[in-house]
């Protein structure tokens, strides 16, 4: 059996905080799927979605600060749902260069088909014996986000 120095310890995947983290990501949003396919989005549909919802209306640029995707990624994704009529896509009467996603009301009134879906996800969760208290995902979150914020 071969011992393994320091320094190649640090290489293996055990030892990585990057990969459980990557891991975890892809299986969230693969659980996710069932509960978004029936509104017809996808993860990064539903999570540009939210933000939306809760601006109304927001610049691609500040929309795509707040969801950490560049505007390569971000584009596609807002010509999708320009093409369903949930936004709307303007330039700014101020500034020609900005451009402004605005919520439609059809894109408002799916905001109530997406009600369910945190609740479905919470309920899958527990069902695979995940459960955190409201403690727990503060916490969760604020060290998530810390990691966020230092990588921008």
């Not at 990969?19 to 996808?42: E, M, N």
């Not at 109530?112 to 309920?123: G, I, K």
């Amino acid at each position: 059996m071969t011992e393994i120095n320091e320094k190649e310890d640090l290489l293996l995947l055990d030892k990585q905080l990057c990969f459980p983290l990557y891991a975890c990501a892809r299986k969230i949003v693969a659980a996710y799927h069932p509960f978004l396919k029936k509104i017809g989005l996808t993860y990064t549909q539903y999570v540009t979605m939210m933000v939306i919802w809760e601006k109304k209306e927001i610049s691609v640029h500040d929309l795509g600060e707040r969801l950490y995707l560049d505007s390569g990624t971000l584009t596609p994704v807002l010509k999708k749902l320009e093409s369903f009529g949930y936004i709307e896509r303007h330039r700014s009467t101020e500034d020609e260069r900005v451009v402004i996603a605005i919520l439609t009301e059809k894109g408002q009134a799916l905001k109530e088909q997406a009600r369910q879906v945190p609740e479905q996800m919470s309920c899958h969760l527990t069902d695979q014996g995940v459960t955190f208290t409201p403690d727990e995902i503060t916490a969760l979150k604020g060290e998530l986000y810390k990691i966020l914020n230092a990588l921008k």
